[in-house]
């Protein structure tokens, strides 16, 4: 095939190549759900083709492309959020509640249970981050939670979209997000703790 | 004040404090909220107080606070996990092509 100059027309078999599997992990980290993936990759390149008269090689065609990305995920949310809406409480009844971290009788009823209770992680952000399977076992703990969970709680703590931004896109109030949100912290905060830093014994 | 008597009033404040205070089941859903919203003047007193004397739920601030700033100072890890499959890929070039 005939290379295309990048300045005439979109090249998208060359975008799939460079960027596709990118694209594809980067929709899979936040939509967990990899046919879900392939649709958004595929309205990102269509997208893209439309837009390109916009891009024109200034800056980095990936850059580019992510930033595309990012508003087809969004819009994959409000879809799907049309289609079947979150109930009140429908995705928040679901996950893990963990009641068994905190004591169930006695006179400290509903504070943690010592095997339960957080420990010093002697770690800092950079730290943690510089461990090489921070990402895996990250994905990994989220994993047994509403996918709708999982994936409000890493549009939150990592890409950094604000509540408002998250509720209006899934139509669900405030109070359902914090509870949602509060649900995958206490879940995600124990699973990393069991990971790396409980002594197998306990 | 002699150390021991200071010891045993440390204590009993603390333990007045823990009976008195919501629990730490619901101080980490507090702890949460935090995060997302400014909480009632009623609840940041309960908050401060019960992190005063319960070093668990310290740990626990300390944590998501980590956890969150962490996961923020730099973008996931993509060079692992799954890639496109070979029909998601002849799918997509088909659709692009249409529409080029």
């Known amino acids: 095939m005939e290379h295309r100059s990048p300045d005439k027309s979109p090249d998208c078999a060359a975008w799939l190549d460079d960027h596709g599997d990118y694209l594809f992990k980067y929709a899979v980290f936040r939509l967990r759900d990899q046919t879900a993936a392939e649709d958004v990759v595929q309205e ?5 083709i439309k ?19 990012k508003h087809k995920i969004m819009d994959h949310f409000r879809r799907v959020t049309r289609e079947a809406p979150v109930g009140e409480g429908a995705d928040v009844e679901d996950g893990p509640e963990h009641a068994e971290l905190f004591q169930a009788s006695g006179q400290w009823t509903g504070h943690w249970d010592p095997n339960h209770a957080p420990t010093d992680w002697q770690s800092t952000p950079s730290e943690l981050i510089e461990r090489s399977d921070f990402w895996r076992v990250f ?10 969970t999982a994936s409000v709680f890493t549009l939150r703590e990592v890409d950094g979209l604000n509540s408002d931004e998250i509720c209006a896109m899934l139509n669900i109030s405030a109070n359902n997000l914090w509870v949602m949100l509060h649900r995958a912290r206490l879940h995600l905060r124990n699973c ?3 990971n790396w830093f409980k002594r197998p014994e306990s | 004040m002699a150390p021991n008597a200071y010891d045993k009033l440390k204590h009993s404040v603390r333990y007045f404090l823990l009976r008195r205070l919501p629990p730490c089941q619901q101080i980490v859903e507090q702890i949460s909220d935090s995060m997302e919203h400014r909480l ?6 309960n908050l401060k ?28 890890d993509l060079t692992s996990g799954p890639s496109l499959s070979s029909e998601a890929r002849e799918r997509i070039k088909r659709a692009t092509d249409i529409n080029q």
């Not at chain 1, 837009?51 to 990305?69: C, D, H, K, P």
């Not at chain 1, 990994?140 to 709708?148: E, F, I, K, V």
């Open chain 1, 44 to 48: 990102t390149f269509l997208a893209a």
């Open chain 1, 51 to 69: 837009a390109y008269a916009n891009f024109q090689g200034r800056g980095s065609e990936r850059t580019w492309l992510v930033g595309i990305m």
């Open chain 1, 139 to 148: 994905s990994d703990c989220l994993s047994p939670l509403p996918q709708r």
């Open chain 1, 192 to 194: 990393l703790e069991l």
């Open chain 2, 40 to 45: 009632s003047l009623r609840e940041r007193i």
């Open chain 2, 49 to 76: 107080l019960h992190l005063w004397i319960c070093a668990w739920c310290q740990w626990y601030l300390e944590h998501l606070h980590l956890i969150r700033d962490a996961a923020r100072s730099k973008g996931p």
